[in-house]
Each structure stands twice: as C-alpha cells, then as structure tokens.
C-alpha cells in the first residue's frame, strides 16, 4: 500500500478504464438489480407478500425438484444452483414482459420506465438461456432430448402461446366465455411453466423416465393451482379495495378472462362487477353472499388440482422409495 | 376437472342434501354419481372452507 499519495489517486486511469469496460458490458447490470429485487424475487430485501409463495419461488421450485431426485445431491449442487439461478432469470424476464403486455405499473416499472425495464427483461433473458446453453455443455447426461436448452425453447414457446391466448381473450365478450377454456389458457401460460421448471430440474440430474413424467405433471397442477389462487386474489383485491385501488389495473377492468371472473358472470350477480360502484359490497349482503359462493366455487377448481398434484406426488414417492422433503411438499403447494 | 368441482359445489350450495353427503363422505357422492373422487374431495373441501377460513388462508377479506 502507498502510505504517502494514497493508492486510489495511483490507478485512476486504470479504474476508469475497468469501468467503462464494465459499463459496457453490462451496462444493464444496476437496472437487473432493480428488477430482481422487485417484491417476490430472490434478491427481494422484503418477506413475499404471500405466505404460501415464498421469494425466489422460481429459483427453489427448481432446487427442490433437483434435489430431491438427484442421487448425489453434493455433488450436483453446483449445478442445481446454477440451474435455480437461469430460472429464476427467465422467469423473472417473462413476469416483466407480463407487466408489460397487461399495463401494470410495478415500483421498478415506474422506477426504470418502459425503453429500460423491457430491455433488461431482454438481458435477463438472455443469461438464463446462456446458463442453460453452459449447463448443456458440461452435462455429462446431455442425450438431445434431456438438453436444457431444447426443454426451455419448447416450453417457453407453449408458455407464449398461452399468454397469446390470454391476450387474444381480453377481446371476447365474458358473457357465454367457457371456464373450461379458462383453465386451458391457465394451464398453457403458467402450467406450462411451472412444468418447464420441473421437466429442467429432472433433467439436469439425469432422474428416470417415469420420475421426470410424473413431476412434469405435478407441475402443470401446480401452475394451474396457482394461478387460479392468483386470479382468485387479484378479484379480491379488487373488490375489496374498490375506490382505493387502481382498479383500471385490475383483471376485472381489462377484461381477463379468468376461472373466477367468468364464474362470476355465470352467477345471480350477472357480471355486476364491470364499474367500481357495484364492486362496492358493504351491506349489500345478498350480492356479497353471492361473490362469496362463486369464489368458493373457484377456490374448489384450485383444490382439485392441489390434489391432483399430491396424489400423483403419493405415486412418485414410492417410486423414488423417500418422502418428498417438507420444503419440496411446501414448494409445491402439496399440503395445501 | 376445476369446472366439474365447481359446477359441484354450485349445485351443493342450493341443495343441503348433496352438501351435507358432500362434507360427510365425499368418496361415497363420488359412487353414488360416478364422479371422480378428486372432483368429489375438492368440492368437500372447498366447502368446508368458511369466510373466516379463507380469510385465514389469505384468499378472503
């Protein structure tokens, strides 16, 4: 050290040098921090908001899964955890995109602004795919059917398709909108996702066939569970914040077609919830008994696909001969 | 299978005796009907679940 002029002022030139250099090439780094310290996120500073979904759900579903089917989970941990990293890297990308496409107004979108929050999703996007693309290079399963990458690009291509659907949805009346189709666009965007996370967690640890099967299938149970306890609580929030909210944000205003939405219009209220003055229910104690009947209704269509998932869970634990592990089961909802 | 529960539990919330057989024996409904007993235990359990429960569950106010 140079206790005399100090050793910063000696490599200043150099300092500025490595940061230009840094700067250029990710420049996008600050901005990523940002995005993947949004609430819900792994890099997340507060508790999730939910208490059944836990921060960086994206990164430990794919942990958990791994984990537990890797049969020498030492020395796959390297690997598990770069493969939970890329997840979380593109699922993250895909939720900003969302934000995007449907005109919510998160703190980091009013934070970073439209040009700079769809251009980081972008980057973010891009290294997860390059760690999957890495983890293929040194896998020493890698059979082309087991590749990371060819399992993210068809799912991710289904998931698209899906969140398609659900866009091209907004535009059709709620009026006669089947909620069989409903759980159909459910299962392609976040099924499909949720499956993808599993069916790449298996792979990476080279897990049989009939394993790998039957957790891409709980996967699918899972996402669509979860989405339909989102949709669920997103109409919630909305009607019980009705005046307060941003209600031109909601699913309702933007006319998603979601399980509990389009129940809703099937029922005695006959879509009352299309202004923020019928949203209000205090005492209005027949409509509020009403909303409260259809929302059971819709909690019931997550349930069974929360059992669907454990049981076929029942059905992989004996094949792997070990219970899943608590966090697993949590992970995946099963005990809920 | 989500539209067949709650198709379930609408027709269960106007008639007490499907309810009650519902939250009774839910694998026995699904005999008697020749409905799938996942279909049968979710609607029994959705139903079992009071506003003060969902509110718990943090899906209700």
């Known amino acids: ?336 | 299978m989500a539209k067949e529960v709650a198709a379930l539990i609408e027709r269960a919330q106007g008639d007490s005796a499907l309810r009650q057989a519902l939250m009774r024996n839910p694998d026995q409904v699904a005999r008697d009907r020749d409905i799938p007993r996942l279909v049968t235990r979710a609607a029994a359990r959705a139903l079992g679940i009071t506003a003060v429960g969902l509110a718990a569950l943090g899906v209700w106010f």
């Open chain 1, 1 to 336: 050290m140079d206790s005399g002029g100090g050793a910063s002022g000696l490599f200043a030139t150099e300092q500025a040098s490595l940061r230009d250099e840094l700067q250029a090439w990710l420049a996008w780094g600050a901005d990523a921090g940002v995005l993947l310290a949004a609430p819900g996120k792994l890099l997340a500073s507060t508790p999730s908001a939910s208490t059944r979904v836990p921060a960086g759900f994206w990164a430990l579903l794919p942990l958990s899964v791994a984990s537990y089917c890797s049969d020498s989970p030492r020395e796959d941990g390297p690997r598990i955890r770069r493969l939970a990293v890329a997840c979380e890297l593109l699922l993250c990308a895909l939720d900003y995109y969302d934000e995007i496409e449907d005109n919510d107004a998160s703190r980091a979108r009013r934070q970073l602004g439209d040009g700079r929050l769809l251009n980081c999703a972008s980057a973010l996007y891009q290294e997860g795919l390059l760690a999957l693309a890495e983890l293929d290079d040194t896998s020493r399963l890698s059979t082309p059917s087991a590749r990371l990458s060819s399992i993210a690009s068809e799912e991710l291509r289904r998931a698209m398709s899906g969140q398609h659907l659900d866009l091209l949805a907004e535009q059709r009346p709620l009026d006669g909108f089947d909620s069989a189709e409903c759980i159909a666009i459910a299962q392609a965007k976040s099924g499909t996702l949720c499956r993808m996370a599993c069916r790449l967690a298996t792979a990476l640890v080279g897990a049989p066939g009939e394993v790998t099967a039957l957790l891409a299938e709980i996967g699918t149970h899972t996402g669509i569970a979860s989405q339909i306890e989102n949709d669920i609580h997103d109409l919630e929030q909305t009607v019980t914040a009705a005046g307060t909210a941003p209600l031109e944000k909601s699913d309702l205003a933007r006319s998603k077609k979601t399980f509990p939405l389009v129940l809703l219009a099937r029922s005695a209220l006959q879509t009352p919830v299309s202004s923020a003055d019928t949203l209000v229910y205090e005492g209005q104690e027949q409509k509020l008994a009403v909303y409260r009947n259809v929302m059971q209704q819709a909690l019931g269509g997550a349930i069974v696909h929360r059992l669907a998932a454990g049981s076929l869970a029942e059905r992989l634990e004996q094949l792997r001969g070990a219970a899943a592990p608590r966090k697993l089961r949590a992970i995946l909802g099963l005990d809920a």
